[in-house]
């Protein structure tokens, strides 16, 4: 498992409730030398580790201020992150949005992994 992808991908949910777009705006930011086809199939790899790994929560909610819900089982594959990849673009979207946050262990795994050049 790459460390790096998985440590840039904590480090961008470290903080709130992160939209999948944002975190793949994340990605690409420091993993430059990747088609988008690349850097989609890294972060499904690394998101369902992270999942998997439970350093990493997904939520549900419509505002994010209070009412969000964990998600329990949540995968990701490539049909979500492109669905979602351009919500930022999207107004109109009033539904149920999928926000993803770092968990205690998983602040534990960036601080005990991640090396400087991983965000350079």
């Known amino acids: 498992m790459n460390n790096k ?17 944002e975190v793949l705006s994340a990605v690409k930011g420091k993993l430059k030398n990747e088609t988008e086809d690349q850097l989609i199939d890294s972060l499904v790899y690394s998101l369902n580790f992270l999942l998997k ?26 049909k979500f ?8 673009k999207n107004k109109d979207y009033e539904g149920v949005d999928i926000r993803f946050s770092i968990s205690e262990s998983g602040t534990e795994f960036l601080i005990k992994n991640g090396k400087t050049e991983y965000f350079r």
């Open 81 to 88: 992150i492109l669905d979602h990849m351009n919500d930022l």
């Open 5 to 21: 992808i998985n440590c840039v991908v904590l480090d961008a949910v470290e903080e709130d409730f992160h939209p999948i777009w």
């Open 53 to 78: 790994s439970r350093f990493v929560i997904v939520y549900e909610g419509y505002g994010f201020l209070g009412e969000q819900k964990p998600v329990v089982d949540f995968s990701v594959n490539r």
